[in-house]
DNA sequence: GTGTTCGGTGAACAACTGTGCACAAGCTAG
DNA sequence: CTAGCTTGTGCACAGTTGTTCACCGAACAC
């Protein structure tokens, strides 16, 4: 009895139990389980030519474990990925995967860390870039558009698991997008014409700005690609945002 | 899972970690998936005294369905869910439930829409309170906090699958989220100051209004009950920042 | 050169999954 | 009253899951 034979046409579909006690079990394929079907270039295999250190090898599958689950990730929610699902995209048995990871919950942080880094490289590189000031919030705006698009996997991966996924990811998360805004705020605080606001309403302008950028990378992240028209869209309409926050700022006055 | 130790030689023989995040002892301990464990009042079995119509009954497990969904969707993603698992929740067999839906995302879809008319709902309470012109933005906030209480699953459920869920749910929620926007920006047209804005200028406003909005829904549906301090903190910036961006509108000129 | 460490394999387990099929019982229409 | 549709059950099946166990071979430390 094969697979193809059932009559619902609903497909397969991810899906997964688990929650607070761990079990999980997934979909219906034509295969019994291969378990292990290389995509990535020989991670568990002797590598042909090269003879590499030990060190070395670690750090490859252990990485090509991310990238498997960071490719995963475009069709499945996180919490919907199995731990076997990883190994076989990664090139390895199940029982491997632990010796890098304890379970998918700690490669899910790991994974949250490394997406931030990029984030926390972007902030960097904007503050590094010296624009002229009256084009500052189209500097930043391209500076987001391209990010998204050099790490798009990662973003992806934020923006889902922000409010998607299991409760240890996603305060792992929030956490980190506080602490992004609230750097935001201490910045704001060095433009002359917002120094003597105070700090709280420098936070709650920094929310809001990055609450339209949240808003403004989901949408990013649904552009089809070969769609530029709609990316200059949102993009037209991110710079917008900012520029009327930035108006309604300079009139802000603190009603306390 | 796993919380403590995960030691790799440690042998607990039942695997139920059982640990994990903030999760209640659950039903499902000893025995091997008994199916079935009638916790609504008994819409599977022949109810003891009342004899329903069969269309009664029909719409009460369906909604027995629908609620037991949005019960598990307090701990785990939709797309974590099993449809063995709601059936079980919900008091009847697995087999049973393709009597009212095709799967599970077709159930999704269902709530989508059961959550959307909640909304829809709170829109219409809005704009019929007559409210004298210069509280608006704290009446309206406080609609959204109250309602965000009394509808507290379905703004979960929303919130989670709007970036977090498969692609068919994401692309319903996020319609819905656009036509609620589209509302609010022709409501927008109808204050005299704001007349004569572009109407691409007023959906801007609109979106980031939204966007605000949605960031202080996701921020509510954070607050652990019973810490009405921290709601009172978030419904004060949520404010502000709808009045900062007033403020921005009423400076608002296009530069087209 | 030798023993150890360690990243890997493969089989096994019990639990769970979606879904098909045959059947039962009661509301409902005739 | 009777026939049938409808909503449910029970069983089965094949496939998948997380995790354990014993083991293997090559890089490593000495």
């Given amino acids: 009895m094969s697979v193809t034979s ?38 568990g295999v002797p590598v042909a030519g090269a003879s590499l250190t030990r060190q ?21 929610a996180f919490g919907a990925i199995s731990l076997r699902e990883v190994a076989r995209s990664a090139g390895i048995t199940p029982t491997a995967f632990y010796r890098h990871f304890e379970s998918m919950e700690d490669l899910g942080l790991v994974l949250v860390d490394e997406s931030f880094r990029a984030l926390r490289e972007m902030l960097r590189v904007r503050r590094a870039a010296a624009t002229e000031p009256g084009d500052e919030i189209r500097a930043a705006v391209a500076t987001l558009v391209e990010h998204v ?63 339209a950028a949240v808003s403004a990378v989901e949408q990013l992240l649904d552009v089809p690609p070969g769609r530029p028209d ?27």
């Avoid at 299991?166 to 120094?195: G, K, N």
């Avoid at 869209?233 to 603190?254: K, N, T, Y």
Wanted: glycine share 6%; aromatic share 4%; no cysteine.
């Fill in 56 to 76: 070395e090898r670690k750090a490859r599958t252990r990485q090509a474990l991310l990238d498997a689950t960071l490719e995963r990730l475009e069709d499945q």
């Fill in 149 to 211: 698009h050099g790490q798009r996997a990662h973003f992806r991966f934020i923006a889902r698991e922000r409010s998607g996924g299991t409760a240890p990811l996603r305060s792992a998360i929030r956490q980190e997008i506080r602490l992004f805004s609230s750097q935001l705020a201490t910045d704001l605080a060095r433009y002359p014409v917002l120094r003597e606001r105070a700090t709280a309403d420098l936070q709650m302008i920094a929310d809001l700005i990055v609450a």
């Fill in 6 to 43: 059932r009559t619902p046409r609903s497909s397969d579909r991810p899906r997964r139990s688990s929650g607070g006690d761990g079990d999980r079990a997934r979909r219906a394929s034509a295969r019994p389980a291969d378990d292990r079907a290389p995509l990535v270039p020989e991670p």
């Fill in 230 to 256: 709609l990316e200059d869209e949102i993009r037209g309409v991110a710079e917008d945002q900012l520029r009327l926050i930035v108006l309604g700022a300079l009139q802000w006055r603190s009603a306390s």
